[in-house]
């Protein structure tokens, strides 16, 4: 696994690393996959961020949101020595555009994961 705490990756590098993990992430979360969600990002996040709220976060997402049906890398910004990935993502329950972001950790290990 490339460290990109040294030699930041291209646009087109990290489209092709993180948007798999980031379309597994947001359909775990949009069917309440408790399991997998929780694999897919750090213990510490998870445990903080989700954890008991899990159940009734993946709820209000998937009626807010339901299942990404687009997801456009758009820019990577530094965070300390993570990387905060940003995405705009079209979603089944709206017609507008929000913005995702993923925070990396220099190993490649998901941090955080928001949308706005």
């Not at 705490?5 to 947001?26: C, M, V």
């Not at 213990?43 to 709820?59: Q, V």
């Not at 705009?88 to 949308?115: M, R, T, Y």
């Amino acid at each position: 696994m490339n460290d990109f705490s040294d030699t930041p990756l291209a646009a087109d590098e990290l489209t092709a690393r993180f948007a798999p993990l980031l379309q597994q992430l947001l359909a775990a979360y949009a069917s309440a996959d408790k399991e997998t969600f929780s694999q897919l990002v750090s213990p510490e996040w998870f445990a903080k961020h989700a954890g008991d709220r899990f159940d009734k976060g993946a709820s209000a997402f998937r009626d807010a949101f339901g299942q990404c049906r687009k997801l456009e890398f758009v820019t990577s910004l530094r965070r300390g020595h993570d990387q905060l990935l940003v995405w705009k993502g079209l979603f089944c329950a709206s017609e507008d555009e929000w913005l995702i972001h993923l925070q990396v950790s220099p190993s490649g290990q998901v941090e955080g994961f928001w949308i706005v």
